[in-house]
């Protein structure tokens, strides 16, 4: 399940993964398994705030594309 919101986000705001992992604390190549759907498989609460503070993203948003990822 890659998550093509994610990537879609981080692009919109300009960002490269390094600049993206850096912000959350962790290696730029597990940020890049993240956005790929191979890591945080359902995403954590506490990884879902952090990308709404990065993104400006609402939580209840990251949510619901997660489902609709899930779905697809």
Known sequence: MARSWLKKARLDAGKTLAEIGKE??????????????????PM????????????????QQIVELEDQEETA
């Open 24 to 41: 959350l604390e962790i290696s730029e190549s597990y940020y890049a398994r993240i956005e790929a759907g191979e890591r945080q498989n």
């Open 44 to 59: 954590d609460i506490t990884l879902c705030a952090k990308l709404s503070k990065i993104f400006s993203i609402p939580i």
